[in-house]
């Protein structure tokens, strides 16, 4: 396991053979396997599984309770009728882009792409590549707008 600097871990996490960038806050209740990689400044929630295979660029905010796949055929035995073991399958590679989110509830399938800064709502199930700057949501998740320019607080606390 690799850790930059000021990661931030809170109890209950299992994190094993993953590496984790500057700056980045880990919640209660998530497990990151051997070969992840997170970047820098990221915020990962509670009860958020990140397995293998999985890769989230810098900036990037995932909700609670966030599931990653990354086998699309699972089986718990092999041709021969044994428990599979590592070489009995392929693991498929996703990638969280730069800036993107990924809400709360939300599944994504291995072998995807999350374009940057894009957006994925809360419980939605992500089948396919989401493009940038975009907004998906649903099951499966499909495209719903743009994402617009980012909204300012005024002093007062309204938008």
Same mark, same amino acid.
């Given at each position: ?5 000021n /990661? ?12 984790i960038g500057?700056?980045?806050g880990?919640?209660?209740? /998530? ?5 992840a ?5 990221c915020?990962i929630?509670?009860? &958020? ?10 900036g ?8 990653f796949?990354?086998?699309r ?32 509830? /939300? ?7 999350v374009?940057e800064?894009?957006?994925v709502?809360?419980?939605s199930?992500? &089948? ?17 707008r743009r994402v617009?320019?980012?909204? &300012? ?6 938008l």
């Open positions: 396991m690799k850790l930059g600097r /990661v931030r871990i809170h109890a209950f996490v299992n994190l094993y053979g993953c590496e500057d700056e980045t880990i919640g209660t209740f /998530v497990e990151i396997q051997k070969g990689k997170i970047g820098d400044h915020k929630s509670s009860h &958020t599984f990140i397995c293998e295979g999985v890769i989230i660029e810098s990037v905010f995932i909700g609670h309770g966030v599931m796949i990354n086998d055929y699972p089986r718990a035995t092999n041709e021969a009728g044994q428990l599979q073991s590592e070489d009995d399958w392929s693991c498929q590679k996703t990638v969280i882009k730069r800036g993107a989110s990924i809400g709360s509830g /939300v599944t994504l399938l291995g072998g995807i792409i374009g800064n894009a957006i709502g809360a419980g199930v992500v &089948t396919k590549d989401v493009p940038a700057d975009v907004v998906v949501a649903g099951n499966p998740a499909k495209f719903l617009s320019a980012p909204r &300012t607080v005024c002093s007062a606390g309204t």
